[in-house]
């Protein structure tokens, strides 16, 4: 599976950004993960492919907002009321068998698109 993650820019605080992962073919779940720099690689966000199971990073709950289109292999990620804290490489991810548990977990994962960079200015 490729995974083709856009829609990155630099934003001033309390803005708003929409960023997309489309995938080459059907998969399981998708999540964002994001790293800021000299940090660890943080979940954001995961659904499932149909939709209707979705987890949220605490950090994000209420600000952004992870859908499938209506071509459900494009996921997107908005992102609301945007602070510098929430400047990172964006990466979508999805895994190779069906995850009932552990999402938040980078190491689930099996393909990752290339990132996309969000940067937040104060």
């Known amino acids: 599976v490729q995974l083709q993650a856009s829609g990155g820019g630099s934003v001033q605080a309390g803005n708003s950004l929409r960023l997309s992962c489309t995938a080459s073919?059907?998969?399981?779940?998708t999540a964002w993960f994001r790293q800021a720099p000299g940090k660890e690689r943080e979940f954001v966000a995961f659904?499932?492919?149909?939709?209707?199971?979705?987890y949220y990073n605490d950090s994000v709950k209420g600000r952004f907002t992870i859908s499938r289109g209506s071509a459900k292999e494009t996921v997107y990620l908005q992102m609301k009321s945007l602070n510098p804290e929430d400047t990172a490489v964006y990466y979508c991810?999805?895994?190779?068998?069906?995850?009932?548990?552990?999402?938040?977990?980078?190491?689930?994962?099996?393909?990752w698109g290339q990132g996309t960079l969000v940067t937040v200015s104060s």
């Open positions: 991810a999805a895994p190779i068998y069906y995850l009932a548990q552990f999402y938040a977990r980078p190491d689930v994962y099996t393909f």
């Open positions: 659904i499932n492919w149909d939709g209707d199971i979705i």
């Open positions: 073919r059907q998969t399981y779940s």
